[in-house]
């Protein structure tokens, strides 16, 4: 069994002890940054099939703060701390180059990595909310961490608009707690099946939706995204793209509706059209974009959507779909982020229309950012061919094929917009390509090389994940969110609490 | 009637933080609706002649349960502001700089991102 509260303490304690010893001990950070992400990797995968309820300081569930690991917690749980791992890998050459600060960067990683682990592990609303800022305020910091007028304008931009989600999110939450009283999740869920829902419940459920909604953009949200990500750093746009948005948004979404206040067709309605939209949106707003990182900000917003729309269809096939694209999405997406920030790094240009011809001096880059682009195009046999197939016949199984078939346009138009990325950056060349300011680029060097290797190897084989027998990671996600409310109140209060409130009759 | 007026206020500090050019301002509005709903965070525990929920001897355990007030909104709402403070200071020291960039407080002369 291991102790939950690490996941939280971990980070807390190094993102402290980095500033206040790297003053003296100059290589600390890196160390401390790459040391502590691949023990939380390592924490993470030990915690796999595992379910267990933490109660802090050692309050039992209703009153106090529990922290609960189930299966969908684990997934979140690995894939955070895998992406972190990496990018702190990337981090390690890329920050010195463009960047003066090293412990405030790594500091702050920290604290980012610190505030997502607690989001998913905490079974407490406001608690959640505490962790959701934790984690936020370290991102406003770490877009606008270059301090050139754009980073700034994206960093204030991302800060007000999630400002305000996050005063909806908390006025929600006092909705609630002024409703029944309690801020445990388990708890309220409890509440709501033997009181009903009531005005007040929908309008507080309406407030957290459109708060994590932004968080997540989701298309009417989504307008700061493809400023904020590409002004980060390449490793944080990694991060952001690949973890941010699914961790402080779709999970704490998935969360509320399957766990919290429950299923009912009109919610699966809205997730679905909200996903489609955000899905053909982003994607048309990809296709004309000449930035390399702003062009994979604008896919994320797309591949958001077939998240969406998976976990929106609400059958078993369904949930699989989504969690196992949650997956892959942050996979290849923070592959692609880190391809664009090593061409960055090489080329220092972004715009596609002036690249050219990196594929021969670049191999590995480029090698590499091609199976992540054919990935996220559903290509097979790499990853994201799988999980957009279950999506498509899920959405077919559940009687709605015209999803299906947008979800394949969407797809198609996706193959586009990548082509143009291969054919302008490393196969061909744009229009303002000049040879001479090409002539001195190599290969990234070592630890840059490796961690986008690391990635493009997951790429291709974790298609295989969805084998019987070795999908420990995602059929307890299926089982826990299929079976509604009931199991997660069971599992967090006992069996004595629940039946003494009476839901189950006599 | 008082839970509406809050609602209001909340509304007032939208409108500011969505609809106005200045910086400053979008920070005043945001800053009203945190503040917004603080209030009803602590409005939710009040109660009328209410007493501090601490119990003693001399308190039954009658008058205690009828006149105490919720203390837990008042530990949610310190930990609000503890975090309003933290999003300030960064809103604030982001807004410095971008005055030192543009040479401006208005939002709509800062469109470099739009090329």
């Not at chain 1, 770490?142 to 980073?151: D, I, N, Q």
């Not at chain 1, 090698?367 to 054919?374: D, G, V």
């Not at chain 2, 300030?88 to 208005?106: C, E, H, K, N, P």
Request: glycine share 8%; charged share 10%; proline share 4%.
């Amino acid at each position: 069994m291991t102790n939950l509260s690490v996941f939280i303490s971990v980070p807390l304690v190094a993102a402290f002890f980095i500033p206040v010893v790297s003053r003296k001990v100059k290589w600390f950070p890196d160390v401390c940054g790459i040391l502590t992400t691949f023990l939380l990797l390592l924490l993470s995968l030990q915690t796999m099939n595992q379910e267990t309820v933490y109660s802090m300081g050692n309050w039992p569930a209703p009153y106090g703060i529990v922290l609960v690991l189930d299966g969908f917690s684990c997934l979140l749980l690995i894939v955070i701390n895998l992406i972190g791992f990496i990018s702190t890998l990337f981090s390690f050459e890329y920050i010195e180059r463009f960047y003066t600060s090293k412990l405030r960067y790594y500091s702050l990683f920290l604290l980012m990595l610190a505030g997502m682990n607690g989001v998913v592990l905490t079974g407490d609303l406001f608690n959640l909310y505490v962790f959701l800022e934790i984690a936020s305020i370290a991102s406003y910091a770490l877009v606008g961490f270059g301090c050139y007028s754009r980073e700034l304008e994206a960093s204030f931009k991302y800060l007000v608009m999630s400002t305000i989600a996050s005063s909806f999110i908390l006025l929600g939450v006092a909705l609630i707690y002024g409703r029944f009283a309690s801020l445990n999740i388990a708890h309220i869920a409890l509440l709501i099946k033997q009181y009903g829902m009531n005005e007040t419940m929908v309008f507080s459920f309406v407030l957290l939706l459109v708060g994590f909604g932004v968080k997540a953009a989701i298309v009417p949200f989504h307008a700061w995204l493809p400023d904020a990500h590409p002004s980060a750093p390449a490793p944080i746009s990694a991060m952001l793209s690949g973890v941010v948005i699914k961790a402080l948004g779709i999970y704490v979404i998935v969360r509320l509706v399957y766990n919290l206040f429950g299923m009912t067709p009109l919610i699966s309605n809205l997730l679905i059209y909200s996903g489609v939209i955000s899905m053909m949106i982003g994607v048309l707003m990809a296709l004309g974009q000449w930035d390399f990182k702003r062009l994979l900000a604008c896919h994320s917003i797309s591949q958001m959507g077939y998240i969406v729309l998976g976990f929106g269809l609400g059958t078993p096939l369904g949930i699989l779909g989504g969690a196992f694209h949650l997956f892959n999405h942050s996979l290849f997406k923070s592959l692609l982020f880190l391809n664009s920030g090593s061409v960055e790094y090489e080329t220092e240009t972004r715009n596609l229309e002036k690249l050219g011809c990196l594929s021969q001096k670049m191999p590995v880059t480029s090698a590499t950012s091609l199976i992540a682009s054919l990935s996220i195009s559903g290509i097979p046999p790499f990853n994201g061919f799988w999980s957009k197939l279950i999506i498509i016949i899920a959405a077919v199984q559940a009687g709605k094929p015209v999803f299906a078939l947008w979800a394949v346009i969407g797809s198609i138009l996706t193959l586009a917009s990548f082509s143009k990325i291969q054919r302008y950056a490393f196969f061909g060349h744009g229009r303002h390509f000049d040879e001479s300011t090409h002539k001195n680029i190599k290969e990234v060097p070592g630890l840059m090389k490796m961690s986008m290797i690391i990635l493009a190897i997951l790429c291709t084989i974790t298609g295989l994940l969805l084998i019987n027998g070795t999908n420990g990671i995602f059929s307890p996600v299926v089982n826990d969110l299929t079976q509604g409310p009931v199991p997660y109140i069971e599992k967090i209060l006992g069996y004595e609490f629940t039946n003494i409130s009476g839901l189950f009759g006599n | 009637m008082i839970y509406p007026l809050c609602f209001l206020l909340f509304l007032i500090g939208l409108y500011g933080a969505t609809c106005k050019k200045n910086i400053v301002k979008i920070i005043l509005g945001l800053l009203i609706m945190e503040y917004s709903v603080n209030l009803f965070l602590i409005l939710l525990g009040w109660k009328k002649n209410g007493i501090a929920p601490i119990i003693d001897q001399s308190t039954s355990h009658e008058v205690f349960i009828a006149q105490s007030v919720d203390p837990l909104p008042q530990a949610l709402v310190l930990t609000s502001i503890v975090i309003g403070l933290g999003v300030l200071s960064l809103m604030v020291a982001i807004s410095i700089r971008l005055y030192q960039r543009y040479g401006t407080f208005d939002i709509t002369e800062m469109n470099k991102l739009k090329h």
